[in-house]
Nanobody, 125 residues
């Protein structure tokens, strides 16, 4: 059974940066695609970014392109989300998720089998 634990959230002023981490355990990390989602109060869970099992390919939502970067370290069983140029509209609970690696990009929540508990990111103006 996959277990995911996020860390790195917090409060930051607009224009600042944060890096989220997602520690993976329970299965072989290097065969899983990793995704990042966020959910603001009153809104649906939204895809942010994903990184393929090999770490060689990433995919971002249009809303974060050029600002956020997903990555992973398979030796450390950890996925990352580097967030730069943060905006107040980025405020949300951020979740990492895992899905067994495939050919397509997994950009919908129902495509993922396992989820972390979430970490709050608050960006003030």
């Amino acid at each position: 059974q996959v277990q995911l634990v996020e860390s790195g959230g917090g409060w930051v002023q607009a224009g600042g940066s944060l890096r989220l981490s997602c520690a993976f355990s329970g299965r072989t990390f290097s065969v899983y695609d990793m995704g990042w989602f966020r959910q603001a109060p009153g809104k649906e869970r939204e895809f942010v970014a994903a990184v393929k099992w090999s770490g060689g390919s990433t995919y971002n939502a249009d809303s974060v392109k050029g600002r956020f970067t997903a990555s992973r370290d398979n030796a450390k069983n950890t996925a990352y989300l580097q967030m730069n140029s943060l905006r107040p509209e980025d405020t949300a609970v951020y979740y990492c998720a895992a899905a067994y690696g495939g050919v397509s990009w997994y950009i919908r929540p129902e495509m993922y089998d396992s989820w972390g508990q979430g970490t709050q990111v608050t960006v003030s103006s």
